[in-house]
């Protein structure tokens, strides 16, 4: 069993950066893929990136490839997300979520057995 609780949403303006954290519990944070999702009011969950387990492989939605940043510290049971050139279309509820450790990532929401409660990014114009 995993827990994940988010933080480090809030308001910005557009072109800002924010950096979302996500705390797990348990020992056994080194033996999960981590990933970032988001989902706006009236749209359907969106990947957004994830982290393989050792750290050796990221993916990103083209969306935000480029802005974005995920990262992991093992030693700390905590992956990140590191949001630069924020826009107002990154505005969403963001969601850590925990997968089994395979040698690819997946974008599939299926694919993750646990998630956090998500923490709120708003981007103004």
């Known amino acids: 069993q995993v827990q994940l609780v988010e933080s480090g949403g809030g308001l910005v303006q557009a072109g800002g950066s924010l950096r979302l954290s996500c705390a797990a519990s348990?020992?056994?944070?080194?033996?999960?893929?981590m990933g970032w999702f988001r989902q706006a009011p009236g749209k359907e969950r969106e990947f957004v990136a994830a982290?393989?387990?050792?750290?050796?492989?990221?993916d990103y939605v083209d969306s935000v490839r480029g802005r974005f940043t995920i990262s992991r510290d093992n030693a700390k049971n905590t992956v990140y997300l590191q949001m630069n050139s924020l826009k107002p279309e990154d505005t969403a509820v963001y969601y850590c979520?925990?997968?089994?450790?395979?040698?690819?990532?997946?974008?599939?929401?299926?694919?993750?057995?646990?998630w956090g409660q998500g923490t709120q990014v708003t981007v103004s114009s």
């Open positions: 979520t925990a997968g089994p450790a395979r040698a690819r990532v997946t974008v599939l929401p299926i694919e993750y057995d646990y």
């Open positions: 348990g020992r056994t944070f080194g033996r999960y893929n």
């Open positions: 982290i393989r387990w050792s750290g050796g492989s990221t």
